[in-house]
């Protein structure tokens, strides 16, 4: 008889934690940092780590181009100034998302048009379809928690309408829809390497693109001079604007792009071990009453930024979902997460009301989102749990803890009930 921790009884798990840390700081990773502080730690041009990551992430992605970043953040903001959004523009993004896939259009004047999520969690392409207009210019997605969203619908859709496709790649680096890495159907990209992403520079992003222009503007956009004026060639109507650029700088840190020069490396192997992890946790909670997991179509692999459990509080005599998470973390499952900053837009002041911080919003009565609004959205949202990926064969036993540690509460959850 194992009492439940929240009442009483002695947890699953006793240490304190951290239960997982990413990115891996090896040997490798700091002798690369160490070697690249002797080398340069401001680079100016396509040279150096700068160039030699570049590289290989294009060649990991199998794309023509690859621009590195200052931060995710950036390069999303880099892929749209990229695809000419331009002020009034409509560019249609998911409701459920972190708030930088959207965010940056504010900076554009364009209008954020958020589509509802199908049941994945995932944008729904019958909404996009259905929110599509004549001032829409581009769809953007996100492949939710490295799970890869219906990429190949949402191409089809764009090129119906002559639409731009964007992808958000944050949560899935190295995920393959058919064979093909997501990141590699849009007109142009962005990814974050920020900490906790599964490709980490500890803060960092890049945009990837096959199309020239893109490229150009993408420079243009967070760069100038010396890499502009080398990269554009000097009889391209806008190669004038490379001293300048437009006017922000993204550049990355030459150290950051060394420790992500380093994490590529294994970033094969990171996700293959979050495979195994990924499916012996589904496969052991898999008939767990309270849980479901997503599930995952064919030709699909995901990256496993995240394992995100769907919870069924009518399967478990309607145990409201934050009582199920405190005896979670009663039973020191630290690491059992509800997803916070990302989470629907709606929900946000800046989608409610931008007008106090971009004054030009005030002739834009369409950007007045309001709770409730995405009801796919909010209610997946709401019920989601959320698990790390371990990607280490020692952390076993760690995972054996976790699922005992879920099936204990559902075993006994009728004690937290009334
Ligand atoms: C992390 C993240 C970003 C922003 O990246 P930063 O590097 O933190 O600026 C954008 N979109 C998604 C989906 C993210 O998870």
Redesign the pocket.
Known sequence: MKTLALNGGNPVISNAGPHFSWPPITESTTEAVLTQLTKSVSIYNRSGVIAELEDRLKEYFDTKHAVLTS??????HSAYMSMFIDPGDEVIVPAY??L??ATPLFQLGAVPVLADSDKTGNVSVSDVEAHITDRTTAIMV?HLWGIPADVQALRTLADEHGLALLE?G??AHGALVDGVKVGAFGNAS?F???GP?PLSAG???FVLTDDDEAYYRVLLHGHYNKRCRSEIPADHPIAAYGVTGMGLKFRIHPLAAAIALDQLGSLDNYLARREVTANYLRQELGHVPGIKFPEIQDGVRPAWYGLPLTYVPEELGGLPIERFHTALLAEGLHEIDRPGS?GPLNQLPLFQDPEPMFPHYSARAEVAYRGGQFPVAEQVWRNTLKLPVWHRLEDLPLIDNYIEGIRKVVDRHTELLG
């Open positions: 931060s995710g953040t950036a390069a999303v998302t972190f930088a896939t996100t958000d944050s949560h962005a974050s390497m920020n992403k803060e960092g992003g990302t």
